[in-house]
């Protein structure tokens, strides 16, 4: 016990860093510690552009700009599509994950595989398909019905992984109480869903709060709309400026809210449990309807989008693959999405190491306020970016260097997310012994650390990269003149109602977000220790 104690870093041994106190860091730990508080403020730019601009503005103008109709306007549409989606996510997605994990589907694991295939397709993408099926289709409904369809796979997979790890002693338990099966799922299981629904009902509700595409293609305003339409119409900045501010605070609101929601209670068993799975419920005379029902969702999630995307490159021809306009957008996304996607992951080292090596207060704090700020929408990043580099760095404005910090910015929490997993894997005293064989910290790091983490910085790398395909706002305010990506030039042929022209583009994103589909599907069906 003494000494399994001393060596985890509560013993002897070097002094304790000032900020990350909880853990010995070793030579490298000041350095590391010091690129984590500068990730961090580079992070925090948003934040405290958002209050620079309030503070230079002053109260009266900001009173003026917030409290004004249009911003209820649109603080009513925001609230009603959040209102209306999420419930019906959680609904759907619990529903569709008890089917998969729990009833005697058949061929449960094909469903389960086409469930989750609408994240390949942009929001955008889906939006467009609908548009260009229903021409009248827009407002509210419309809103809320693509919504429903795009993003239910973000809470089928941590609901669908959950359910597949319960522990069915509990369930058991209930049941042999005389309770039945309908009882002992609301009461039983539901409360140990409750994390996968807060995290996967927060990834939604953020999701509704930054997308840009999906409502101006069904004619429905959101505070993301009317941000890009002040600043492509008339460059305004503390319109536009305090329209992001209020965004902001919705995000924090849902982010607190969540905090709220999710408790502090745990499910967690002691021992190994139960190694097996309760018997699949039999659907018996409903087995027919539920395989109708399933066929009916993938048919709108899946099936819109594929026959529509068919239809218009059908009636587009080989003239809409013209290679002179696709080849420079696809090497645009690819360099983006490798840059940005790199640049992530080493932006994430410090504070993945960190999170392993030192957790603490201040270390929790530094990683949360990366969270936070990768919480924003990417036009409030895109926005503050605009007018920091305006107003300080003009030589930086709309240049490739701006568009890679958002994405930085944007998708950093996934790159530490997928690094933290991977060093926690890589044990310190292999750091140690290269140290003791003469080796420098900072070369131990990089040749023993950072080597066992390459499968989780790959994934992490690839996670940002397939973000950034899809990536639509942040791009279009900051690229460099004549820059397209896939998603921009998919969004000036659709905005144009060129839905032909716009077909292979859409073709491509999918065909690039596939893997992410994959692997996110993969992740999500890993046992725990497997």
């Known amino acids: 016990m003494t000494a399994s104690f001393e060596e985890s870093g509560q013993g002897a041994g070097p002094p304790r860093s000032a900020f990350f106190p909880t853990r010995r860091l070793g030579s490298v730990g000041p350095g590391m510690s010091g690129a984590a508080l500068l990730v961090t403020f580079g992070a925090c730019l948003p934040i405290g552009f958002i209050l620079w601009v309030a503070i230079q ?82 407002g509210l409904f419309a809103a809320v019905l693509v919504s429903t369809l795009a993003y239910v796979p973000f809470l089928y997979l941590p609901i ?66 009317a941000i890009v339409a002040q600043f492509q119409s008339a460059y305004n900045g503390p319109a536009a400026n305090m329209l992001a501010g209020v965004l902001a605070l919705c995000c924090f609101s849902f982010l607190g809210l969540e905090i709220l929601v999710r408790g502090q209670e745990r499910y967690a068993r002691v021992g190994s449990g139960a190694a097996r799975a309760l018997p699949a419920a039999p659907l018996r005379r409903w087995t027919a309807p539920t395989l109708a029902a399933l066929a009916g969702w993938v048919a709108l999630a899946v099936g819109v989008p594929v026959v529509t995307l068919s239809g218009w490159l059908v009636h587009g021809g080989a003239s809409v693959w013209s290679a002179t306009e696709m080849t420079p957008a696809l090497f645009e996304t690819l360099l983006f999405a490798s840059l940005g996607g790199a640049l992530a992951t080493l932006a994430a080292i410090p504070i993945a190491w960190l999170s392993i090596r030192a957790p603490g207060r201040i270390q929790r704090l ?29 030589p930086l404005y709309q240049t490739v260097a701006t568009v890679l910090l958002a994405y930085v910015l944007l998708f950093l929490p996934r790159a530490i997310v997928s690094l933290r997993a991977s060093l926690a894997q890589a044990p310190v005293e292999l750091e140690q012994a290269a140290a003791s064989l003469g080796r420098s910290p900072t070369n131990a790091l990089w040749t023993v650390t950072v080597r066992l983490a390459a499968p989780g910085a790959a994934a992490g790398m690839a996670l940002v990269a397939l973000g950034i395909v899809n990536e639509l706002t942040a791009t279009q305010m900051l690229a460099p003149n004549g820059a397209q990506t896939l998603a921009t030039a998919f969004w000036a042929h659709a905005s144009e109602l060129d839905y032909a022209a716009a ?28």
Not at 73 to 89: G, H, I, R, S, Y
Not at 107 to 132: G, K
């Open 57 to 138: 503005t002053g109260w009266p103008t900001v009173s003026a700009l917030v409290f004004r109709p249009r911003v209820g306007e649109l603080l009513v549409n925001t609230l009603l599509l959040v209102a209306f989606t999420l419930p019906l996510c959680i609904f759907f997605a619990v529903a569709l994950a008890w089917l998969t994990e729990r009833s005697d589907l058949p061929a449960a694991r094909l469903w389960s595989w086409l469930i989750v295939a609408p994240l390949a397709i942009p929001a955008f993408v889906h939006s467009y398909a609908w548009v260009s099926f229903i021409p009248s289709l827009n």
């Open 366 to 394: 530094v990683e949360g306020l990366n969270y936070v700020v990768g919480s924003l929408p990417g036009v409030v990043v895109a926005l503050a970016l605009v007018t920091i580099t305006v107003r300080i760095a003009m």
């Open 160 to 225: 669908a992984a959950t359910l597949r790890r319960l522990d069915p002693a509990l369930e058991e338990a209930a049941a042999s109480l005389g309770h039945a099966p309908a009882r002992v799922f609301l009461k039983v299981v539901v409360p140990q869903l409750r994390l996968a629904i807060c995290g996967g009902g927060l990834l939604v509700a953020l999701h509704l709060l930054a997308e840009f595409g999906l409502y101006v293609m069904v004619r429905f305003d959101t505070f993301t709309t």
């Open 503 to 530: 077909a292979p583009y859409a073709v491509l994103m999918i065909i690039l977000s596939l893997p992410l589909t994959v692997l996110l599907y993969a992740q999500a069906r890993r046992s725990p220790g497997h």
